[in-house]
């Protein structure tokens, strides 16, 4: 087989998974009408809050309940700042991203004393967390799609007025699956964390970026965008092999320029949610 | 007077994000006094640490300045890091490819830088603007594109890997290179044409017919388009714009602090420029002042690390709070304004 064995496939799907992860999580909340750039930072909150818990508590347990709750609390900040005071949802979320950044650096430097690193820590075995993620995008894809809580979600952002005329919280919701958002990249962080044994700065290193790019290539759908962030790992497995033939740059481009064709329509039309971003304002009676 | 309304809730919202700063701090077991005191010596405390202060404002001035021209019509350029690289990796090619008398060669260099900046600002405004794709994303990954692209021409086996211990070109030519002010400090012209450039910026969006075209797009256009301004032009143009300023930020940058271009030179400082953008509220005048004050942040971080009182990072801390309460305020006011009922049912 050459360069294409099994271990590459197996690879590619650890690599996939938290770029699956934060993909699911963004459509949650894209779906509800939020965008969230902050995924890359509260990835990598998850990451170190369950690298912190497992130095300390030595429970890769608690370590990923922490990571999740982390990722959670930044998801309700963000949806607090641009569902409730209607600040700008691409600028609170890279405002996330700027406070992660620092606040791991700083807490490494506090903690352990080496900047942006942490000394290896207890971990569970990471393919637990590949056939949870697997499991979750499944069930989400009924969910989504199958549901009557599926369907409330997809009108919250696609008619916030129309849900709102129905009897659904439109602020409510929004709070709800950018929570959720969160919540899943602070389980993507805990994938990175368990999968390399301990913390550095830069071990989200855009995933969290490729992830949305997944989400936009998959449509919005949980399926598709696990196929488009199988095929991105799967790039990412290879072009360690392929270093001789292509300089690795070129191959880890291909994600954000597959992500720009896609975005532009040259495969088909996108199907962004029509309320995506905007602040929905209650009418006043 | 309308500045000094504006002024109010950004100075409250700094002075806030100081005190989380202090309280963070204190909480982590490090001194307040020592950590502020060192945080102001580094940042203006003599003339070597206000060049510091002022070298490290230059490229945020630029890529704040990026980011607000593309925010007056009303789209986000978040991929000013990748046009400040390619603006850095062409300014620097001119700088050792070409021969030119010196004052020539340099503003040739700019030209490169800028050229590079604004086509890669073009594709994202050309396809939000004929193909309706969401620029915000679209500049990002472009973003990272323009950054492995340029790692690459320096990385070995790269056509411009030009020394052998680190992924970097060669020197620019002398006749390129901007002047330093002090002996020994990085600080250049580079800072004197980001200023230039800054009134430029604000003559353009506010005394021409170009900028107020550009800032009726960004207000609402479909009152634009009504009013006869081709908006799918603006668009294109703010963004070709944008990248323009974010490239000669990295031009600013090779001919003045590296002299060369270096793979990952830039610590974040096209993301500092949403913030710049941000805190001076969208004025290009205000961008100088935001743009020092985060320059002042990072200087004044890297002294607090040097005296050993806490680590520098403690400023980019500083830094995220600061946006989170100026981005605060004026939608604290937006509330309070809607319990009134005084708005609509607009979405703005």
Redesign the interface.
């Known amino acids: 087989m050459g360069i294409l064995s099994l271990n590459l496939f197996i690879s590619a799907l650890r690599l996939a998974t938290p770029i699956a992860l934060v993909a699911l999580g963004e459509t949650y909340s894209e779906r509800a009408g939020v ?1 969230n ?1 902050g995924v890359e930072g509260m990835a990598l909150a998850g990451a170190l809050s369950c690298a912190i818990v497992a130095y300390f508590t030595g429970s890769p347990a608690l370590a990923l309940i922490a990571a999740i709750g982390i990722g959670a609390s930044l998801g309700a900040l963000h949806a607090v ?1 641009s569902v409730y ?4 949802h ?3 979320g ?10 791991a ?3 490494t ?2 903690i352990w004393g080496w ?1 942006g690193t942490s000394p290896s820590a207890p971990t569970m075995n990471a393919w637990i967390l590949v056939g949870v993620g697997v499991f979750l995008i499944a069930l989400s894809q009924v969910y989504i799609f199958r549901t009557p809580w599926g369907l409330r979600l997809r009108v919250v952002g696609e008619h916030p007025r129309a849900a709102d005329t129905a009897g659904i919280n439109v602020y409510r919701t929004r709070l709800f699956y950018t929570v959720l958002n969160g919540a899943l990249c602070g389980l993507a962080g805990a994938f990175l964390f368990n999968n390399l044994g301990r913390f550095t700065d830069g071990m989200v290193g ?1 995933r969290g ?1 490729i992830g ?2 997944a989400m ?1 290539v998959g449509n919005y759908r949980p399926l598709p965008a696990l196929l488009a962030a199988y095929l991105f790992g799967f790039v990412d497995a290879l072009q360690m092999r392929l270093q001789e033939y292509i ?1 690795s ?2 191959s ?2 291909l994600p ?2 597959l ?2 064709i896609v ?3 040259f495969l088909g039309r996108a199907q ?1 949610p029509k309320a995506l971003g ?2 929905y ?1 209650k ?2 009676g | 007077m309308r500045w000094t309304k504006e002024l109010i809730p950004i100075a409250g919202a700094i002075v806030l994000a100081l005190g989380i700063g202090a309280i ?1 701090t204190a909480l ?2 490090y001194s307040v006094p020592a950590v502020f005191k060192q945080l102001v010596i580094g940042a203006f405390g003599d003339w070597y640490q206000l060049a510091q202060t002022l070298t490290q404002a230059t490229p945020i001035l630029f890529t704040s300045l990026s980011f607000l021209i593309a925010f007056r019509a009303g789209l ?1 350029n ?1 991929g000013a890091e990748g046009q400040l690289y390619l603006g850095a990796f062409f300014s620097a090619w001119a700088g050792f490819s070409l021969r030119l008398p010196p004052v020539l060669h340099t503003v040739v260099c700019l030209l490169f830088g800028a050229v590079a900046g604004a086509i890669w600002g073009f ?1 994202p405004g050309w ?1 939000r603007a004929k ?4 620029e ?3 500049t ?3 973003s ?2 323009a950054i ?2 340029t ?2 021409l320096v ?1 070995p ?2 056509p411009y890997h030009g020394t052998q211990w680190a992924n970097q070109t060669v020197r620019i030519a002398t006749s390129a290179q901007f002047p330093r002010f002090i002996r020994g400090a990085q600080l250049s012209w580079g800072i004197v044409v980001g200023v230039l450039i800054a009134f430029i910026v604000w003559y353009l969006l506010f005394r021409t017919p170009r900028g107020y075209e550009l800032r009726a797009v960004g207000q609402n256009p479909l009152a634009a388009e009504y009013g006869g301004i081709n908006v799918a032009r603006n668009l294109i143009l703010a963004l070709v714009l944008a990248g323009a300023l974010a490239g000669l930020g990295g031009a600013a940058e090779t001919l003045g602090t590296h002299r060369r271009f270096i793979e990952n030179f830039s610590p ?1 400082y096209g ?1 500092d420029g ?2 710049g953008g ?1 805190i001076a509220r969208a004025h290009p005048l205000g961008a100088i002042l935001a743009a020092v004050l985060m320059g002042a942040l990072r200087a004044g971080g890297q002294a607090v690390d040097r005296a050993g009182v806490a ?1 520098a ?9 600061v ?2 309460f100026v ?2 305020p004026e ?2 006011r ?2 309070r304004r ?1 319990r009134r ?1 005084k ?1 609509g ?4």
């Open positions: 965008i750039v700042w005071l209607r600040a700008d691409v600028v609170s890279a405002a996330v991203n700027l406070l992660v950044t620092g606040f650096l700083f807490l430097r506090v900047r855009g970026f949305i790019a936009v300089p740059q070129f880890l481009m954000y320029i992500t720009v975005l532009a329509g962004v905007k602040p304002i009418e006043q | 963070v982590t077991g986000f978040i594709i396809l193909r309706g794709a969401n915000f994303v679209t990002m990954m472009l990272y594109v492995y692209l790692s690459w990385a086996g790269g974040g993301w949403i913030a941000l680590p990072d403690l400023a980019s801390v500083i830094q995220g709070l946006i989170f981005v605060a939608l604290i937006y509330l809607l009922g708005l049912d607009t979405e703005p």
